[in-house]
């Protein structure tokens, strides 16, 4: 690759030489030129209040000297060396604490120049990474051109555009798009809502006298905020400052007897009493040794902190801190010393837990160490499988590594039905991660996938088997499985539930892959032209024709048809419910339903006037000046009045993307003729069953049957938890970015962002079939911790700024019902509690030369009061008769 990089260069630099016109700088061979320097990097966030002396900058400065002379000089290049003779480090918060830098005086660096372009560098390869990057920065600050424009150049920062202005003797010089060469290591958060955006400014100005660079005044700055709430930031700036100070007759020795550039580089390499080696100009990371202090052993990080992952503690701030440090240990580590803390005496009560962290850590060590403690083929001991395979659904940049293991399994006949459905699940999730990068989805571990998997389901022949796959389908968001999910929506032998997730397994394919023939295929199931239909599949349908492509026939088809078909008013009453609600968030639907309206014969009293009790109502959660958090209810009811499904979704709206956090839902069939009602004709043929089904960060969970069959519901009744008991706990990376900055100066900045929820869902139920009601609880607990870092660790010393943003908070979810007369009374409702948000800021800057550390701190916690939430107003009269009765 290196060797590919250095041709490229090379024709970039030829080419200039035909482009450039005229000198932009022109250095006497014979002369040298004596400059000094001096660099100041610092760090903070990006707030305006810089009052106290905890919110000012920290960071280093660089001071130095150093000579440029030519070496050899042609009608085309120029053979430069660059030597510096003098260097010190300064603490910017410690006056008159000042170190010399020795290193970077050993030895000096070459460099070809011609027309203000630098080609071909020349370092000593004794010198270390840092005093070769910080005279790669020095050589970089002479690239400039005299004409005015835009060109690619390649410098200490990578490739970069180049803006030029010029007005006499001055230049200014605007850098972007840099892209460096060296990008192991860096990895983004594809989901937009959770990612970080970088900005970089990268400024020079250059004043000429006399054909060469008199002084430079130039900075770069580089900000990451997060996108979910751009408060929570942080910022580097290096400022770079040249001065010409005199110009010498250079010594004869310093004058090369070549006869072009070429014999030159030659003399200069067999002249040097150490070896000369070609290099790049982009600067490369350094690599830091580890040390105790740097890189901890992962058993001994658990050991000081394992009280915090107990099960008590999930959903709280001290289990997610604790992540976030035992993560970064695991990153570090190999596979032996991930498995020494996994078998630990520590791990054996908090294996579950340390599971997540195994998962999140997407290195083939921690993946493999996991592979080995785990056994997928066992039936009794199935929990700890269960709990890495949940874990392994929310990986946020997931290797070939573990999708190859992961489909080795999916075709394997595992005995659990628990762990087929598992594997299932959380391979769909992490195809659809893994096709984020187009050139990934491609591989052949994602044909063979597909292939699988639609081979499984054709030889399915009852609902469990083909349910399992339409559910990884709907994870994978492959259009690949688009025809299969279609076909099984269509098919007259599918149950409700089988159409209902087929119709749910089409969220995730891209809107460009629903074609006409396939909006024609959903009208035609909406309106039960070919077959009949459960309502709830009828419902969902509705939904997605909605979404999709809304154009004034379809909403005005739907509406219609809400108001001639009064024999399911439940369903009509949803449909037009939820087009009121939908209008809220989607403007493509709003300008398409203001269109409809027009037509009296649509928009009038009959087709709004519906009987049905079915509501859907979303509303502000929280609100933040980049993100709104939205909260939706729902419900479906039969058209004997008795409840279908039941929903919840919380959602992260900003300016250009919406992002499902949660959607946990009740559903239920068959009831009627266990309360004493008319049996609905479209599940007539159905036995009486209820479930919850779960989605996280829209990855469809393992659904949770309550019961099937009145001997299950009865067993249900009595043995229902009249305390809350947890259904599911888990913790994963909601923030995982990880980039690098190449300063002007030669240094490099490591930025790090990592963000953990944890959630701890529990449920209880109370029923009373003497009283003939009934109360449940679910109550969605969490805590969320994000820690953002952006570091120079360098030879010459440590700075940086970490922030961190911490809370936790829980909302219930309360149903009361009331169903000893006709017609029931239901009452749903939904409170948080009080929530504060902390957010920190630290600061620190350490020169290796000086024994003490500077630090500083800054805290604010900001607080969002308490809440009842509204639902719809007939919830808000079904919960005035009932509490009044």
């Excluded at 027309?115 to 920065?137: H, M, Q, W």
């Amino acid at each position: 690759m290196a060797t590919g990089y250095k041709f490229v260069v090379y024709i970039y630099f030829i080419l200039a030489l035909f482009v450039v016109q005229g000198f932009c700088v022109n250095y006497e061979v014979g002369k040298t030129y004596q400059y000094t320097y001096e660099s100041n990097v610092l760090f903070n966030d990006d707030s305006p209040k810089k009052d106290s002396r905890a919110q000012q900058d920290v960071g280093l400065r660089i001071r130095l000297e150093f000579d440029l002379t030519p070496m050899y000089g042609d009608t085309e290049t120029q053979m430069m060396r660059l030597m510096v003779r003098q260097a010190a480090l300064t603490s910017l918060h410690r006056g008159g604490m000042e170190g010399q830098l020795m290193d970077i005086i050993k030895f000096p660096i070459y460099f070809e120049y011609m027309n203000g372009l630098v080609g071909r560098v020349y370092a000593v390869e004794n010198d270390s990474i840092f005093c070769t990057n910080f005279k790669k920065g020095l050589v970089s600050m002479f690239q400039l051109q005299s004409e005015p424009g835009e060109r690619t150049e390649l410098d200490v920062s990578g490739e970069c555009k180049n803006i030029y202005t010029i007005s006499g003797p001055t230049i200014v010089k605007k850098k972007e798009d840099c892209e460096n060469l060296e990008i192991a290591g860096q990895h983004i958060n594809e989901n937009e809502i959770f990612g970080v955006t970088s900005k970089s400014s990268q400024t020079w100005t250059y004043q000429l006298e006399n054909n060469v660079v008199h002084s430079m005044m130039g900075s770069d700055r580089h900000i990451a905020a997060l996108n979910v709430k751009s408060s929570f930031n942080v910022f580097v700036s290096a400022v770079q400052k040249l001065t010409l100070l005199s110009t010498e007759p250079s010594a004869e020795t310093d004058k090369l007897p070549a006869n072009d550039f070429e014999e030159a580089a030659q003399i200069i390499k067999e002249g040097s009493n150490y070896p000369v080696i070609d290099t790049l100009l982009p600067s490369a990371p350094e690599t830091q040794d580890c040390t105790p202090d740097t890189c901890k052993k992962p058993a001994d990080v658990l050991s000081q902190i394992k009280d915090n992952f107990l099960s008590e503690r999930v959903a709280t701030k001290d289990l997610s801190r604790s992540f976030i440090e035992l993560l970064k240990s695991f990153r570090n580590s190999g596979k032996e010393a991930i498995s020494e803390a996994m078998t630990s005496h520590d791990a054996s009560y908090i294996v579950a837990q340390l599971l997540d962290i195994g998962a999140a850590t997407q290195t083939p060590g921690a993946h493999r160490a996991m592979m080995e403690l785990l056994n997928f083929e066992e039936t009794s001991n199935i929990v700890y499988p269960l709990r890495y395979l949940l874990g392994v659904a929310y990986t946020t940049h997931p290797g070939d590594y573990i999708v190859k293991d992961l489909v080795e399994l999916f075709k394997l006949r595992l005995q659990s039905p628990e762990i087929r459905e598992g594997v299932a699940l959380a391979l769909g999730a992490v195809i659809y991660n893994f096709c984020r990068d187009e050139q990934q989805c491609q591989s052949i571990v994602v044909k063979d996938y597909v292939m699988s998997l639609l081979q499984m389901y054709d030889k399915c022949s009852d609902e469990k088997c083909k349910l399992l796959y339409i559910r990884s389908m709907g994870n994978s968001g492959l259009p690949d499985f688009k025809d299969a999910i279609f076909k099984s929506i269509s098919d007259k032998s599918s149950t409700s539930m089988i159409g209902f997730s087929a119709v749910q397994a089409l969220r995730r394919i891209p809107i460009q892959y629903i074609d006409d023939e396939d909006i024609k295929c959903l009208l035609k199931i909406f309106h039960q032209t070919d077959s009949t239909f459960d309502s709830s599949v009828r419902a969902s349908v509705a939904e997605v024709l909605l979404s999709v492509r809304p154009t004034p026939t379809i909403v005005s088809n739907l509406m219609i048809a809400a108001m001639q078909d009064q024999d399911n008013f439940e369903l009509s009453t949803f449909t037009l419910r939820k087009l009121v609600d939908m209008i809220k968030y989607s403007e493509a639907l709003r300008n398409v339903t203001k269109e409809v309206f027009r037509d009296t014969f649509v928009h009038n009293y009959n087709v709004w006037a519906q009987l049905g009790k079915s509501s859907a109502f979303s509303s502000l959660l929280a609100e933040t000046e980049d993100t709104n958090a939205t909260y939706g209810l729902y419900m479906e009811l039969a058209k004997s009045g008795v409840m279908k499904k039941s929903a919840m979704d919380v959602n992260l709206v900003g300016q250009n993307a919406l992002q499902k956090i949660l959607s946990f839902g009740i559903y239920a069939s068959g009831l009627e003729s266990l309360v004493g009602k008319e049996v609905d004709p479209d599940s007539s043929d159905e036995e009486a069953t209820a479930g919850l089904g779960l989605k996280i960060l829209d990855v469809l969970l393992p659904p949770v049957e309550f019961f099937r069959g009145s001997g299950e519901l009865m067993s249900a009744v009595w043995n229902a938890p009249s305390d809350p008991v947890s259904a599911l706990q888990v913790s994963f990376l909601l923030q995982d970015h990880s980039e690098r900055f190449h300063l002007a100066n030669g240094l490099v900045v490591e930025l790090q962002v990592l963000g953990v929820v944890s959630l701890d869902l529990t449920g209880m139920v109370s029923i009373s079939l003497w009283n003939r009601n009934s109360e449940s609880l679910i109550r969605n607990s969490g805590s969320m911790v994000i820690e953002g870092s952006m570091r120079l660790d360098s030879d010459i010393g440590v700075a940086g700024a970490v922030f961190t943003a911490e809370a936790e908070a829980y909302i219930d979810f309360e149903t009361f019902v009331d169903f000893y007369q006709d017609p029931f009374k239901m009452c749903m409702q939904m409170k948080r509690p009080r929530l504060g948000i902390k957010h920190t800021l630290d600061k620190y800057e350490k020169a290796k030369k000086f024994d003490r550390r500077y630090k500083s701190k800054v805290t604010k916690i900001s607080y969002i009061n308490g809440l009842s939430y509204f639902i719809s107003e007939k919830n808000s009269e079904e919960c005035k008769a009932l509490f009044t009765k």
